[in-house]
Structures are given as C-alpha cells and as structure tokens.
C-alpha cells in the first residue's frame, strides 16, 4: 500500500502485551508504537502508531533484510515471540509485560536461533502523546529519562549512544546467546525502581498466565480461539479494579483517513452482560466478580446520571479534545483524547446494567446487599425515563431520537426487574412494572415496526435499518421464530450487509442520524450477533458459515479490532476490541450447544 500516514503498518500487523494495568502494541517489524503508562488512559511513552517515530517508539529488529517473519504467542500465554529469518541466521524477539503491583515494565529479549545475526536498536522515548521530549541521562548503568511526572529508566547490557532526541544501538546475537532489555515506568518524584531479571521475568510472565489458564473451562469447538479471547478479555481488565476497557488504543478510524476517531480506553456498560456471560461460562467467576463490583460502584448515584462509560476505576468526567500536533493513524484527524459520549443519554444502559446483576445471581455470583436497592432506584427513574428521545447504542453525534434498540433495552430493564422478584423474592411494585413493560413492547411493536418493508427499524417514524435490532431475540423481547424478527434478519443482512459482513447502519446517507460523514468498515459485533440470529432461527449452517468467515479476520495471533474493511482485507478501529472478542465467545458457544449465552440471556423472557 502507498504510506497514507505516520504508520505503515495495517492495524493486523500489531499485537498486544499488557500487565492487567496497562498494555502495549507489538508491530511484526519488531516495533513497539503504542504503550499506555502507567495505565490504559495515559501515555507517557510511545505514540507512534498516530504520530510517527518521532513521537516515540521502542523498535529491536535486523540491521539488514528480513526474508520472513513469523510469530505467535507462547502456549495459553500474552508471552509474544517473533521470529526474523535473515540471509545470516535467524533471530527472536521475545516480549512481554510482566503482571505487577506498582511499577510498570516491559522486557525484551532478543534470542539467537541460528547463525549470527546483526540487530539494531531505536529508542525513542516521548511523554504526553508525543509532545514532551524527555531529559536523559546515563546513570548507574542505566538510563534515566524524566518529563514532568513521569520518568522511565532502561536497562540492558548492550552499549547505546545518544543520536538525534533518541538512544540507539547496534549489537550482534549469536545461536544460543539471550540479550535481555527492560523499560520500567516510576513516578518522577520517587526514586527509580530496583532492575529485574528479564529473562526470569519472561518465565514468570509465562508461568503467570499458564496458571490462570488453568481455569479456563470451555471443552467445546473453536477452543483455542475461544482461549485467544479470553486472554485478551483479561489483558483489557484494569485488575486493581475490574473493570475492562473496550480497547487500550485511541483514535484508531473507522475509516482511512476519515474523522470517526475515537478514544476507548474506557469501560463501557452497553456489553456489561455479555460481558459477564463470557467470563463465567469460560470460567473466569473471579473476573466476573470483580467486574459486576466494578459495575456497581460505577454505576453508584443518581439512577438519572447513569453514565454509559466509566473511566478504569469509575472516573465520570471523560472530557474530550484533539491533539493537533499528532496526524493521526494513515493521515486520519483528529486524534482525540476523552470521549465527549460520557454526557450522552442512553437509555440502554439501565437495561444492560439491570440485565448484567440478574444473569449474575442466576449464574451464581455472590449476592450483594446494595444491588437491588440500586435496581430499584434506576427502574423508579426508568419509569417515566424510558418515554424521553436519546441517542442510543451507536452514541450518534446528532438529534435525539426515540431510537428502537433503546426502547427494547427499557423492555429488557423491567422484564429483569420483575424476574427479581419472580425468581428470588425481592420487594418492589411488580403489578405497576408489569404494566410498564407491556407497555412499552406494545409501543415497539406498533411503532417500530414498518410493515411496507417487513423490518423493525432504526428509530420510530424511521425506514432505516440498524444493526442493534438485531437484538430483538437476543435479550428476549421477541422470539426468534416470530415473522417480524425474521423480516427484520433478512433485511439487516440484505440491506447492511457487505461481503457477508455486516455494517452497523447506513452512514452519509442520513447525515441527520449520525452527523458524521459518511464512510466505516463493517461491524464485527454486528456480524456475530447475526451468526447467533442464524443459530436461534435453526440456520445451523449459515450461522456456522458466518462465524468461520468472521474467525478469519482475526489477525495472525488471534486478535480482532472493531471493524473490518471487506474490500481492502483491514481490520479498522481500535484496537483490539473487548466487544469483538466477547462477541466471539459468545456466538462460539451458541453454536457449540443448545443453551448457550443466547438461550441462557432469554430463558423465560418470551
């Protein structure tokens, strides 16, 4: 491809290391672009996938040409290994992050393999998205870099000089010989931490992800994907908290050199259940737990404040502004910090959150005193809440509207209430919350509905399509087999789809929906939630079809972003994404067996 932008490499060419506080983007060329520190929401060293070089990047690679590459992660690990062949010997690169309390590290090693081969080292370190040059210094053996409140110190035997705002080396590696290199982040104002062993951080590392592996549970098809998943689910999870991010990346588009740039280091509620479903049915019941916590800490408050986003331990404030100086992924502006969504209303979000806690007691969680008293509190907000315009699931930048989807989430809100009491015996006014929901499943039905083209639609009033409607049979407010959701399947595929992959809804061609220009690949959550459609409708083999086909976007180490470019053969937007592994999970298990995440969301909801 022509080089469009500050990185090269297709968004697939990166894959992830991380600690559970924080991660880091591996390109295939050997070079780290993307490193959050101390957190997912910050960063203080590397942002040359939106920027370039300049902006920071760490790369160890041959000084000379590369006939192949390949790599893999190690066995049920976030252990990353990548091997160069080279005309004189082949070489690895082993990188990882090892889980920590306080300090964040990344280790290095570089292994000879065969022959004796000449490496290259770029260090290029940059704090605050790129914009502050760092003051270093050669200390102890060491380098110490320190901008503001944040300093790193690096540490390796291999001699490095000083070149240009960037440390550089270049060494040789025969079979048999380990060059190890490590990067620690410290707080400016405290004295740099105690070097580690790296290649005994590696085995750690190693060791430490075996172990919690360990419990993973699944023994159905798709297992290793399954597992890939899962791992990823787990490096996107903030341990001190529980909470997971949707992605560790920002401004990764949507489209090439387009404006739908956004920043998901956040954790959203729109796939709390799912979510929860995903880590329990693997196994994961203490990851489960510590994310319905998080959940209800977040959430904690006014019910009518109810944010859709959160930042990593519950920050409600996610201002967001752009970053001039960065010209973004392949030229594609603005680059943006925060998410001006978390102020948005999104009426979903109460029947995602009411949703989450009853699948968590019916899966076995712990009870919590304080979760129905909650329930309570948002239902008694949702009762008249439920009839105001919003700007639902896709978070559209432009008038509110009485959105379909966000009305059957208020469905799915009540409908969970009322199995509270139904099912476990808690008090609250069931008969006024019965007659809500009846309510608002007879105003769907009357008013979502259009009969000249057989589908439910975007929002009321509306012709458009959406993708979310495909939600209808997931959560249970219709049964699959009805005509209405059957109609409305075959339109979102018809109509939405691309290449057998599916787009969230029409953009450019309504600029009143969206506010945006037009143009994004296909959604890739979409698209599995209609390989389940298929499933619950019987179409084994479609559904089977689809989810191979979607299986095979997956990057070469098992990683998915949030969009696909069928045309061009790219993964698109951040980077990887929470949802699609979740989503992946999820409709794995629905085709595996019968009461999969699908059955077991909607068990006596029609």
């Not at 370190?125 to 110490?144: E, K, M, N, T």
């Not at 880590?279 to 019910?303: I, K, Y």
């Not at 953009?507 to 599995?528: I, K, M, N, Q, Y």
């Not at 979740?582 to 059955?599: K, Q, W």
Request: hydrophobic share 40%; aromatic share 10%; glycine share 10%.
């Amino acid at each position: 491809m022509t080089r469009q932008g500050p990185s090269a490499q297709p968004i697939e060419d990166y894959a992830l290391i991380g600690d559970t506080q924080t991660a880091a983007l591996v390109g295939r060329d050997g070079s780290i672009d993307w490193l959050c520190l101390p957190r997912f929401d910050s960063c203080s060293c590397f942002a040359a996938l939106l920027g370039g070089p300049e902006h920071g990047r760490w790369r160890i690679a041959p000084d000379g040409p590369v006939s192949r590459t390949t790599r893999r992660y190690r066995d049920r690990s976030l252990v990353l290994e990548t091997d160069f062949d080279t005309p004189a010997g082949r070489v690895r690169v082993v990188d990882c992050m090892p889980p920590r309390q306080h300090e964040a590290d990344v280790v290095r090693l570089v292994e000879g393999v065969s022959g004796e081969v000449a490496m290259t080292l770029d260090l290029t370190l940059r704090f605050d998205y790129g914009s502050i040059v760092p003051w270093v210094r050669a200390i102890d053996g060491s380098l110490r870099a320190i901008g503001g409140p944040d300093a790193v110190s690096f540490w390796s035997p291999v001699p490095t000089t000083g070149e240009g705002f960037a440390t550089r080396a270049r060494f040789t590696v025969k079979a048999g010989e380990c060059v190890p290199f490590v990067l620690m982040w410290h707080p400016s104002h405290e004295p740099p931490p105690t070097p580690i062993d790296a290649c005994a951080a590696a085995e750690d590392t190693e060791r430490w992800w075996h172990e919690w592996a360990e419990r993973f549970s699944y023994r159905g098809p798709w297992r290793d994907a399954v597992l890939r998943s899962a791992i990823t689910l787990k490096a996107l999870t903030y341990a001190p908290t529980g909470g997971i991010v949707a992605a560790p990346t920002t401004s990764l588009p949507e489209h090439l050199g387009g404006v739908r740039n956004w920043d998901y280091r956040y954790c959203w509620l729109r796939d709390a259940t799912f979510t929860l479903l995903s880590l329990v049915t693997c196994g994961f019941t203490d990851e489960a737990l510590a994310w319905r916590d998080w959940l209800l800490r977040a959430v904690a408050g006014e019910p009518e404040k109810l944010q859709i986003m959160y930042g990593v331990a519950g920050e409600r404030r996610l201002p967001e502004f752009e970053l001039p100086w960065l010209p973004g992924y392949a030229g594609s502006r603005p680059v943006r910090i925060g998410n001006a969504a978390w102020s948005q209303r999104q009426l979903d979000v109460y029947g995602e959150v009411m949703d989450a806690l009853h699948q968590g007691r019916r899966r076995g969680l712990p009870p919590n005193d304080d979760a129905w008293a909650l329930q309570r509190a948002l239902l008694n907000f949702l009762e008249t809440g439920w009839t105001e315009p919003d700007e639902s699931i896709w978070e559209v930048r432009g008038p509110q509207r009485h959105f379909t989807h966000s009305k059957v989430m208020a469905w799915v809100a009540f409908d969970r209430g009322i199995k509270g009491i139904e099912e476990t015996g808690f008090e609250g006014p069931v008969d006024r919350w019965r007659r809500i929901r009846d309510a608002i499943h007879a105003e769907v039905c009357a008013q979502a509905f259009d009969t000249g083209i057989g589908s439910f639609t975007q929002y009321y009033g509306s012709r458009s399509l959406d993708a979310s409607l495909l939600m209808l049979p997931l959560v249970g407010f219709l049964p699959a087999s009805d005509p209405r959701v059957a109609g409305t399947v075959d339109a979102i595929a018809r109509e939405l789809g691309r290449d057998g992959f599916v787009r969230r809804y029409a953009t450019g061609e309504h600029g009143d929906v969206d506010g945006l220009p037009a143009g994004e690949g296909t959604f890739l959550p979409c698209s599995f939630w209609l390989a389940d459609n298929y499933a619950l409708q019987g179409r084994h083999a479609e559904a089977r079809a689809l989810f191979e086909r979607l299986l095979g976007v997956a990057n070469d180490v098992g990683l998915l972003a949030e969009e696909y470019d069928p045309v061009a053969g790219r993964l698109l937007g951040n980077f990887p994404q929470a949802w699609s592994h979740v989503c992946l999970i999820d409709t794995a298990r629905n085709l595996a067996r019968a009461d999969g995440p699908a059955e077991q969301r909607t068990e006596g909801c029609c």
